[in-house]
C-alpha cells in the first residue's frame, strides 16, 4: 500500500486522493468529469470561450453528513479536459456572520457575471439561526471572492438553501431558492440587494406546476432557472417516493404560472439520494450537469459532478435523458504548442492538485504509476520533438532519486513518445523547468503522462507543460542534465560506501526531435565547490552539503542538484514506537496500530505498513496473512513488531492482542458495523431506548460487521426497520465476502409509517454455526436499521426443558395459596413427564425443590404477615386527612376491630386470619369518598397572597384582577358550606378550586410576551405545514397575522389580547392532516385498468364503476382530502372493482381458457347445467345465446389467435 505524502491512509478514514492512488485499475471514465475531489451542486458559467464550473465540496469520507466547508472551480474550452482553479469562496468568506462550527454549511451555490464583475451566491448558516443566503463578488471568474456586503442577503429560514440567480434581458435579476418550496425576489441592479417594496414572494406549489409527489408537489430543492428563446425554465431534483429525479418546469414569464414538463434524468443507478441540475449552452452545445456518487468511496456524502449533452426537442421541451460514464464529446482539441496546467484532464489515477503557498496550483503527492491522461491533443502533421515540465522535487528522508514522466499515447502503457527524468530541485518550492526529446507524437490522441519512480512516497510536483514543435533543421533545442541519485554518503567506507557515488548524464535534445548523449563534451562547474568529486560522468560524496552542478554545451545550460549526508544517521533506526501496547478485535479482524520509527538523526516516520511480525504467543489467536497481522481465534497473544532500516539492526516492540466475538443471539446496534461502504449514515434514533440507527442507505450499499459467533446455530434473523417508501426492498446476508453468495435474502414488502417508526420484522434464516464474518448487502434502497438479531437453531431436547424451565420461573414468590400450589404442582408433573436427556437440560430445578419444601413449610403454621398489613392500611386511612361518608367508615371500624381481636389470638386458624383479612380488605376498598377541600383550602390560600401584593396592580389588567377576586369569594362561601350530598358537594368544590386556579393563571400580563410565544409557537408548526390540509395552513397563518397586529399595537385592550390569544390556540388545534392515498391512487390505476378493456368484462358488472371511479378522482385530486374521506371512497371503489366479472370465464378462476370453452360444450351439449350468471359469463359474442359459437371464440382468444371478443 503506498502512503500519501498530504494525507495518511487510515483504515476508516481514506481521502479521494489515496482510494484512487490505491485502486488497482485506472479509473477510465470520462464520468465524473472531476476525479480529484469529492464534488456536488454543480454551477456552469460561460464567459468568453471558457465554461467556469463551480461546486461545492464534499469533505473526505466517511462522512455521516453534508461535511461541506468551501468551493470549488474548474474550467475548460473543450469540455472534456477541465483544469483546477482552485477555492474560489467558502465559509470562510462570510465569516463575519457565518456559523464557522457547522462543518455542513457551505451548500449549493451558483456564480453570476454582470458589468464585468462575478457574484457568487450560497447559502451559507447563520450564527444561532438557520439559513442566509450570502452573495459574494470577484473581479476574476477564480475569485478569490470577498463577502460584499459583511452580512446575509436574505435571512431565509430553514427552507433557505440552493440559490439560482438569472438576469434576465431587461436587466431585472431573480433570484430563486427553497426546499421544500420555492421564494423568490427582484436584486436591484447593484445584484448585493433586492427590491425590498416588492418582497420575498412564495411559490404556489401545485401539481400542475411542479408535478406529483407523496401527496404534494414532486419539486424539493435545487432549482436551476434560466431562459431560452423566451420561454424560462426551472430545472430541479423531485421526489416521488424514493430518491431524488430531475424534473423541470416552465413559463412564459420569469415568476410563473408554471407548468410541470415531466421527468428528464432518473434515480437508477445514481448512488446518491440527492441529485443537483447545472444547465448550459456552450460552443452551439446544450449540456445538464448534475452530480452522483459514483467515484470510489463515494455515495450520498461523497458526491462527484457528471455531464451529458442533450438537444432539446422543437418544441422547446427537454427530453428524458440517460446517465453515462462516457460523458461528453470534446468541442475542439487542444493545443499542446500552447503552456497548459498540469492540472488540466480529463481523467487520472492516483492525482490531486492542491494550491501551493506561493499561490500556484501543482499536482502533488505524485507516486508510482500516478498518471493525468490529457484528450484529443492535436499535435498536427509535423508533430512535436521536445517537451518542458515545471517541476519540483524535495530531499526526502530514505530516498535517493526523484522519477520519470513518461509521455505515452491513447493508453497507459501505450506508445512511448518521450521520458522526462526529474531530479532534486532544492526543495518542494523550488520549481525548475525540465525539457525532454519527443519522438512520434503526430496527429490527434489522447496523452498519458505516467509517472514513474522506484521508491514509496511522493515522487515530485509538477506545476505545468508544453510541447515544442518539430522544426525542420536540426538545431540544438535545449539540455537535460540528470543523475541517478541525487543524495550521495559523504564515505566510500563500510556499509554507507555502497551510497558514495552516482553516474551524472547530459543529453542534447534538438529540435528536430533527437537526442545525443553530450556527457564527455560538457563544462561542469559546481557552485559550492567541495562537496562532490567529479571524475568525467562519476560523481563521488566528499563532505555533508548540497551543491549544484551546472552543464554548458553549445550555449546552453542545464542544471542538477546533488546532496551529500550521513547515510548512517539518517537510515538508521534507533527505536520503534507503538500507539498502544494493547489492542482489542474481533475475530477475523486485521489488526493495526500506529508504528513511529525513530531514526539516529532524530528524524521519524510513520512505518506502519512496513512492519514484520514474529513471536506470536499463540498461533491460535493471531497468524500473518500476505505480510498483516489478523485475528484467527477468541484469546490473548502477544506479538513482536520490528522494522529495519537500510543500514543497521531492526527495532523492536510488543503489543497484546486481546481477541473476542460478537453474540448474535442479543441485539446487535446497527451502527457497530467494523467496515461500510456508501452511504450509510449513523444518525440519533427516535425508536423507544432513543441511540443511534443506521440510514440514509442507497443501492449497493454495505455494512460488515466481524468476528459472529453462531455457537448455538441459527433459525432466524430479527430487525428493526423503519421505512417510508418504495416497496418491496430487500437486504441480503452474506459470510466472510462479499463476493459470496446470499445465504439469506429478506423482503420488506410494506413501509412502518414513518422514517423513525420502527418495527420487529423476522425472516427464516439456514442454519449457520461457527464464527463468521457477516455482511448486510442492500440492492434496494431508503430503510433505516436500529438493531439485528438472529434466534438460536434449537433441538427438539432442548425446546421440551425450555418449557419446563419456564414452569419454574413461573412460580415466583413462593405463597400460601391455591394458584401457588397449582404452579408447583404444573412444574413438577411436566419434570417428570420429561427423558433424562430432557431432564439434565433443566438448569434451574432446584428452583423447583425449594418452592416445594416452602410451601410445605407455610402449611405448617398460621400466616398473619397478610393481615398485618390489611391492619396497617386501616390505620393509615384512619388517621389520614381524607373524608369518608361515615356509613361506610363505620364498616372499615367493625372489621378493623375484629381483625386486632383475631391477631391478637394465638391459636387463631388460617381460616379465621384469612377471613378477618378478606373482610377487612373489603370494607376498606368498599369506602365511599366524603367531600374533600384541601385543594380547596390551598387556592385560596395562594389567591389570597397574591392578591395581597401591592405592587399586582401594576403587572396584570384590571379586569384579569377582578375576576380572581370573584372567583376567590365565590371559593370561600363553597368552603364554609356543609353538603349533605357528598357527590354534589365534591363538584361545587371542584369547580370552585378549578375557577380560582384558571382566574389566576390566566391573569393578563401587561407586556405581550404570551401573544409573542404564541406567535412563535404557531411558526415553528408552519415549519412542517406540507402535513396539514391548505385550509387549515391558511387559517392559521390568519390567526398569525391578526395576533401580530394586536402584538404591535401599544392600546391593544385586555380583551384584545385575550382574544388574539385564543384565536391562534383554536386555529392551532384545528389544523387538519392530510390524508395519505397511496392506495387510492393505486384503485383508481386498477379501475381505469378495468374500463379500458371493458369489453373484457360482462357490462352489467361494470354499471357503478364509472361513477364511483369519478368521485374517487374528485377525492385524490382534493389537496385537502382527509382521510376518512379517502377511506370511504377507496373502499366504495374495491368493492366495484371486485364486482367486475370476465367475459368468457365460466368457472370464475380470473382467466378465460380451455376449461371454461369445455364446460360450455358439454352445456350446448346437455351434458352439465349453467346457472343464469354463468350464461352470461359465455354468450361471449352478445347475441343473448350461449352457443357453440361462443366456445370457438373462447377456444381462438385462449389460444391467442384473436386479441378480443
Keep these: 500500500m503506498k502512503k500519501k505524502g498530504l494525507q495518511k491512509c487510515m483504515v476508516a478514514t481514506l481521502s479521494l486522493g489515496a482510494m484512487l492512488g490505491m485502486s488497482a485499475v485506472a479509473v477510465h471514465a470520462e464520468n465524473p468529469i472531476v476525479q480529484t475531489y469529492y464534488t456536488a451542486d454543480p454551477s456552469p458559467m460561460v464567459d468568453g470561450d471558457t465554461l467556469y464550473l463551480y461546486t461545492s465540496h464534499d469533505e473526505d469520507g466517511p462522512n455521516s453528513f453534508y461535511e461541506m466547508k468551501d468551493y470549488k472551480c474548474f474550467s475548460t474550452t473543450d469540455m472534456v479536459n477541465w483544469t483546477y482553479r482552485g477555492t474560489p469562496a467558502g465559509i470562510q468568506t462570510f465569516s463575519a456572520w457565518s456559523d464557522l462550527g457547522k462543518d455542513g454549511a457551505a451548500w449549493a451555490q451558483q456564480v453570476v457575471k454582470r458589468d464585468g464583475k462575478y457574484y457568487l451566491y450560497a447559502p451559507i448558516r447563520i450564527k444561532g439561526k438557520a439559513w442566509g443566503i450570502g452573495v459574494a463578488v470577484s473581479d476574476s471568474p477564480t475569485g478569490p471572492f470577498k463577502d460584499a456586503l459583511g452580512t446575509y442577503l436574505i435571512d431565509a429560514g430553514w427552507e433557505g438553501i440552493d440559490p439560482t440567480v438569472y438576469v434576465d434581458d431587461d436587466g431585472q435579476a431573480y433570484l430563486y431558492w427553497g426546499n421544500p418550496n420555492l421564494h423568490y425576489v427582484k436584486l436591484n441592479e447593484d445584484m448585493i440587494s433586492y427590491d425590498m417594496e416588492y418582497g420575498i414572494h412564495t411559490l404556489d406549489m401545485t401539481t400542475d406546476a411542479f408535478g406529483e409527489g407523496d401527496g404534494k408537489?414532486?419539486?424539493?430543492?435545487?432549482?436551476?432557472?434560466?431562459?431560452?428563446?423566451?420561454?424560462?425554465?426551472?430545472?430541479?431534483?423531485?421526489?416521488?417516493?424514493?430518491?431524488?429525479?430531475?424534473?423541470?418546469?416552465?413559463?412564459?414569464?420569469?415568476?410563473?404560472?408554471?407548468?410541470?414538463?415531466?421527468?428528464?434524468?432518473?434515480?437508477?443507478?445514481?448512488?446518491?439520494?440527492?441529485?443537483?441540475?447545472?444547465?448550459?449552452?456552450?460552443?452551439?452545445?446544450?449540456?445538464?450537469?448534475?452530480?452522483?456518487?459514483?467515484?470510489?468511496?463515494?455515495?450520498?456524502?461523497?458526491?462527484?459532478?457528471?455531464?451529458?449533452?442533450?438537444?432539446?426537442?422543437?418544441?422547446?421541451?427537454?427530453?428524458?435523458?440517460?446517465?453515462?460514464?462516457?460523458?461528453?464529446?470534446?468541442?475542439?482539441?487542444?493545443?499542446?504548442?500552447?503552456?497548459?496546467?498540469?492540472?488540466?484532464?480529463?481523467?487520472?489515477?492516483?492525482?490531486?492538485?492542491?494550491?501551493?503557498?506561493?499561490?500556484?496550483?501543482?499536482?502533488?503527492?505524485?507516486?508510482?504509476?500516478?498518471?493525468?491522461?490529457?484528450?484529443?491533443?492535436?499535435?498536427?502533421?509535423?508533430?512535436?520533438?521536445?517537451?518542458?515540465?515545471?517541476?519540483?522535487?524535495?530531499?526526502?528522508?530514505?530516498?535517493?532519486?526523484?522519477?520519470?514522466?513518461?509521455?505515452?499515447?491513447?493508453?497507459?502503457?501505450?506508445?512511448?513518445?518521450?521520458?522526462?527524468?526529474?531530479?532534486?530541485?532544492?526543495?518542494?518550492?523550488?520549481?525548475?523547468?525540465?525539457?525532454?526529446?519527443?519522438?512520434?507524437?503526430?496527429?490527434?490522441?489522447?496523452?498519458?503522462?505516467?509517472?514513474?519512480?522506484?521508491?514509496?512516497?511522493?515522487?515530485?510536483?509538477?506545476?505545468?507543460?508544453?510541447?515544442?514543435?518539430?522544426?525542420?533543421?536540426?538545431?540544438?533545442?535545449?539540455?537535460?542534465?540528470?543523475?541517478?541519485?541525487?543524495?550521495?554518503?559523504?564515505?566510500?567506507?563500510?556499509?554507507?560506501?555502497?551510497?558514495?557515488?552516482?553516474?551524472?548524464?547530459?543529453?542534447?535534445?534538438?529540435?528536430?526531435?533527437?537526442?545525443?548523449?553530450?556527457?564527455?563534451?560538457?563544462?561542469?562547474?559546481?557552485?559550492?565547490?567541495?562537496?562532490?568529486?567529479?571524475?568525467?560522468?562519476?560523481?563521488?560524496?566528499?563532505?555533508?552539503?548540497?551543491?549544484?552542478?551546472?552543464?554548458?554545451?553549445?550555449?546552453?545550460?542545464?542544471?542538477?542538484?546533488?546532496?551529500?549526508?550521513?547515510?548512517?544517521?539518517?537510515?538508521?533506526?534507533?527505536?520503534?514506537?507503538?500507539?498502544?501496547?494493547?489492542?482489542?478485535?474481533?475475530?477475523?479482524?486485521?489488526?493495526?496500530?500506529?508504528?513511529?520509527?525513530?531514526?539516529?538523526?532524530?528524524?521519524?516516520?510513520?512505518?506502519?505498513?512496513?512492519?514484520?511480525?514474529?513471536?506470536?504467543?499463540?498461533?491460535?489467536?493471531?497468524?500473518?496473512?500476505?505480510?498483516?497481522?489478523?485475528?484467527?481465534?477468541?484469546?490473548?497473544?502477544?506479538?513482536?513488531?520490528?522494522?529495519?532500516?537500510?543500514?543497521?539492526?531492526?527495532?523492536?516492540?510488543?503489543?497484546?492482542?486481546?481477541?473476542?466475538?460478537?453474540?448474535?443471539?442479543?441485539?446487535?446496534?446497527?451502527?457497530?458495523?467494523?467496515?461500510?461502504?456508501?452511504?450509510?449514515?449513523?444518525?440519533?434514533?427516535?425508536?423507544?431506548?432513543?441511540?443511534?440507527?443506521?440510514?440514509?442507505?442507497?443501492?449497493?450499499?454495505?455494512?460488515?460487521?466481524?468476528?459472529?459467533?453462531?455457537?448455538?446455530?441459527?433459525?432466524?434473523?430479527?430487525?428493526?426497520?423503519?421505512?417510508?417508501?418504495?416497496?418491496?426492498?430487500?437486504?441480503?446476508?452474506?459470510?466472510?465476502?462479499?463476493?459470496?453468495?446470499?445465504?439469506a435474502e429478506f423482503e420488506l414488502t410494506r413501509g412502518t409509517g414513518g422514517w423513525q417508526n420502527y418495527e420487529t420484522f423476522e425472516w427464516d434464516v439456514p442454519n449457520i454455526t461457527g464464527v463468521h464474518d457477516i455482511y448486510l448487502y442492500f440492492p434496494s434502497r431508503d430503510m433505516n436499521i436500529n438493531w439485528w438479531q438472529f434466534v438460536e437453531e434449537k433441538n427438539p431436547d432442548q425446546e421440551a426443558a425450555d418449557g419446563v424451565k419456564a414452569l419454574i420461573e413461573a412460580i415466583g414468590t413462593v405463597e400460601y395459596t391455591p394458584e401457588c400450589k397449582a404452579k408447583i404442582d404444573a412444574a413438577r408433573e411436566a419434570y417428570e413427564a420429561l427423558t433424562d436427556e430432557?431432564?439434565?437440560?433443566?438448569?434451574?430445578?432446584?428452583?423447583?425443590?425449594?418452592?416445594?419444601?416452602?410451601?410445605?413449610?407455610?402449611?405448617?403454621?398460621?400466616?398473619?404477615?397478610?393481615?398485618?398489613?390489611?391492619?396497617?392500611?386501616?390505620?393509615?386511612?384512619?388517621?389520614?386527612?381524607?373524608?369518608?361518608?361515615?356509613?361506610?367508615?363505620?364498616?372499615?371500624?367493625?372489621?378493623?376491630?375484629?381483625?386486632?381481636?383475631?391477631?391478637?389470638?394465638?391459636?387463631?386458624?388460617?381460616?379465621?386470619?384469612?377471613?378477618?383479612?378478606?373482610?377487612?380488605?373489603?370494607?376498606?376498598?368498599?369506602?365511599?369518598?366524603?367531600?374533600?377541600?384541601?385543594?380547596?383550602?390551598?387556592?385560596?390560600?395562594?389567591?389570597?397572597?397574591?392578591?395581597?401584593?401591592?405592587?399586582?396592580?401594576?403587572?396584570?389588567?384590571?379586569?384579569?384582577?377582578?375576576?380572581?377576586?370573584?372567583?376567590?369569594?365565590?371559593?370561600?362561601?363553597?368552603?364554609?358550606?356543609?353538603?349533605?350530598?357528598?357527590?354534589?358537594?365534591?363538584?361545587?368544590?371542584?369547580?370552585?378550586?378549578?375557577?380560582?386556579?384558571?382566574?389566576?393563571?390566566?391573569?393578563?400580563?401587561?407586556?405581550?410576551?404570551?401573544?409573542?410565544?404564541?406567535?412563535?409557537?404557531?411558526?415553528?408548526i408552519l415549519k412542517g405545514e406540507d402535513k396539514y390540509t391548505s385550509t387549515s395552513v391558511q387559517e392559521l397563518k390568519a390567526a398569525i397575522e391578526a395576533a401580530r397586529t394586536v402584538s404591535e399595537n401599544p392600546d391593544a385592550s385586555a380583551e384584545d389580547i385575550k382574544d388574539a390569544a385564543f384565536n391562534l390556540q383554536k386555529a392551532m388545534t384545528s389544523l387538519k392532516w392530510r390524508g395519505n392515498k397511496a392506495e387510492l391512487k393505486a384503485v383508481i390505476e386498477k379501475a381505469d385498468a378495468i374500463l379500458k378493456d371493458s369489453y373484457k368484462y360482462l357490462t352489467s358488472s361494470l354499471e357503478n364503476l364509472s361513477d364511483v371511479l369519478e368521485e374517487a378522482r374528485g377525492v385524490y385530486n382534493d389537496p385537502d382530502a382527509v382521510q376518512t374521506d379517502i377511506n370511504s371512497v377507496l373502499k366504495k371503489l374495491i368493492a366495484e372493482c371486485m364486482e367486475a366479472r370476465l367475459l368468457g370465464d365460466i368457472n370464475q378462476d380470473n382467466s378465460v381458457d380451455a376449461a371454461d370453452a369445455s364446460l360450455l360444450l358439454q352445456y350446448t351439449s346437455e351434458l352439465i347445467e349453467l346457472d343464469e350468471m354463468q350464461e352470461q359469463y359465455a354468450d361471449v359474442n352478445q347475441n343473448g345465446v350461449s352457443d357453440a359459437e361462443d366456445a370457438s371464440y373462447i377456444l381462438q382468444l385462449s389460444a391467442e389467435l384473436i386479441d378480443t371478443f
Design 838 to 1020: 430432557q431432564k439434565a437440560l433443566v438448569d434451574n430445578f432446584s428452583k423447583l425443590e425449594e418452592a416445594e419444601n416452602t410451601y410445605q413449610v407455610l402449611e405448617t403454621a398460621a400466616d398473619k404477615k397478610g393481615l398485618e398489613l390489611a391492619i396497617a392500611m386501616a390505620e393509615n386511612l384512619k388517621e389520614g386527612s381524607q373524608s369518608f361518608i361515615g356509613g361506610s367508615w363505620e364498616a372499615v371500624e367493625k372489621a378493623l376491630d375484629k381483625a386486632k381481636e383475631i391477631m391478637a389470638k394465638e391459636d387463631a386458624t388460617q381460616l379465621e386470619i384469612d377471613t378477618a383479612f378478606a373482610e377487612l380488605l373489603n370494607a376498606c376498598t368498599n369506602l365511599t369518598p366524603g367531600v374533600e377541600k384541601a385543594g380547596l383550602e390551598a387556592a385560596i390560600k395562594g389567591a389570597q397572597e397574591l392578591l395581597a401584593d401591592e405592587t399586582l396592580g401594576t403587572r396584570y389588567t384590571k379586569e384579569s384582577i377582578q375576576i380572581v377576586k370573584d372567583a376567590l369569594s365565590h371559593a370561600e362561601t363553597v368552603f364554609g358550606t356543609t353538603y349533605d350530598d357528598a357527590k354534589a358537594g365534591q363538584n361545587a368544590v371542584n369547580d370552585a378550586t378549578l375557577n380560582l386556579i384558571t382566574a389566576v393563571t390566566q391573569m393578563m400580563e401587561k407586556d405581550l410576551s404570551r401573544v409573542d410565544a404564541l406567535i412563535r409557537l404557531a411558526e415553528e
Design 217 to 743: 408537489a414532486a419539486y424539493q430543492e435545487g432549482p436551476w432557472f434560466y431562459k431560452r428563446n423566451n420561454k424560462y425554465y426551472m430545472v430541479y431534483p423531485a421526489i416521488a417516493g424514493g430518491g431524488e429525479f430531475m424534473a423541470y418546469s416552465t413559463s412564459d414569464g420569469p415568476t410563473g404560472p408554471w407548468k410541470y414538463g415531466g421527468e428528464i434524468m432518473n434515480s437508477d443507478g445514481l448512488n446518491s439520494y440527492t441529485i443537483h441540475p447545472g444547465v448550459a449552452d456552450f460552443k452551439g452545445h446544450s449540456y445538464l450537469f448534475y452530480h452522483t456518487g459514483w467515484l470510489p468511496g463515494g455515495g450520498s456524502f461523497t458526491r462527484s459532478v457528471c455531464v451529458e449533452e442533450f438537444k432539446y426537442n422543437e418544441d422547446g421541451t427537454i427530453p428524458f435523458m440517460d446517465k453515462t460514464r462516457e460523458g461528453v464529446e470534446a468541442v475542439e482539441n487542444l493545443d499542446p504548442y500552447k503552456l497548459t496546467e498540469a492540472e488540466t484532464m480529463a481523467s487520472q489515477k492516483g492525482i490531486r492538485p492542491l494550491e501551493c503557498e506561493d499561490g500556484r496550483i501543482a499536482v502533488k503527492n505524485i507516486q508510482d504509476g500516478d498518471y493525468v491522461k490529457v484528450n484529443n491533443v492535436d499535435f498536427g502533421e509535423k508533430g512535436a520533438a521536445m517537451f518542458t515540465a515545471g517541476v519540483a522535487c524535495g530531499a526526502e528522508s530514505m530516498e535517493q532519486k526523484g522519477g520519470n514522466i513518461e509521455i505515452r499515447l491513447d493508453s497507459e502503457d501505450g506508445k512511448l513518445v518521450g521520458t522526462l527524468p526529474v531530479s532534486y530541485t532544492g526543495g518542494w518550492d523550488v520549481w525548475q523547468d525540465k525539457a525532454t526529446n519527443v519522438t512520434g507524437a503526430e496527429g490527434v490522441h489522447d496523452v498519458y503522462f505516467v509517472y514513474t519512480g522506484d521508491h514509496e512516497g511522493e515522487l515530485f510536483q509538477v506545476d505545468n507543460w508544453k510541447f515544442t514543435e518539430k522544426g525542420e533543421a536540426r538545431e540544438l533545442a535545449a539540455l537535460n542534465a540528470s543523475v541517478d541519485v541525487y543524495k550521495l554518503s559523504d564515505t566510500a567506507e563500510g556499509a554507507a560506501g555502497k551510497y558514495n557515488k552516482t553516474a551524472l548524464t547530459v543529453k542534447a535534445i534538438y529540435s528536430d526531435g533527437s537526442s545525443e548523449d553530450v556527457t564527455d563534451q560538457v563544462e561542469f562547474t559546481m557552485d559550492p565547490e567541495g562537496i562532490v568529486e567529479l571524475n568525467g560522468a562519476e560523481v563521488s560524496g566528499k563532505t555533508i552539503g548540497e551543491t549544484m552542478i551546472t552543464a554548458s554545451y553549445q550555449g546552453k545550460e542545464d542544471k542538477v542538484l546533488v546532496k551529500v549526508v550521513d547515510i548512517e544517521e539518517e537510515y538508521g533506526v534507533e527505536s520503534l514506537t507503538l500507539s498502544s501496547e494493547s489492542v482489542n478485535v474481533r475475530v477475523n479482524e486485521a489488526i493495526t496500530v500506529t508504528a513511529t520509527a525513530s531514526y539516529k538523526n532524530g528524524r521519524t516516520e510513520d512505518v506502519s505498513n512496513k512492519l514484520q511480525y514474529s513471536n506470536i504467543s499463540d498461533p491460535e489467536v493471531l497468524e500473518v496473512k500476505d505480510g498483516k497481522l489478523f485475528a484467527k481465534g477468541v484469546g490473548q497473544s502477544t506479538v513482536e513488531l520490528s522494522y529495519a532500516g537500510e543500514i543497521g539492526a531492526a527495532a523492536t516492540a510488543a503489543l497484546e492482542v486481546n481477541v473476542t466475538v460478537v453474540n448474535p443471539y442479543a441485539r446487535v446496534e446497527a451502527e457497530d458495523f467494523t467496515d461500510k461502504h456508501g452511504s450509510v449514515r449513523i444518525e440519533k434514533c427516535e425508536d423507544e431506548g432513543g441511540g443511534s440507527n443506521i440510514g440514509t442507505i442507497v443501492e449497493e450499499d454495505w455494512v460488515k460487521y466481524s468476528g459472529i459467533s453462531f455457537d448455538k446455530g441459527t433459525s432466524k434473523m430479527m430487525f428493526r426497520l423503519a421505512s417510508l417508501w418504495g416497496f418491496p426492498k430487500y437486504m441480503q446476508l452474506k459470510l466472510d465476502t462479499l463476493e459470496s453468495d446470499p445465504v
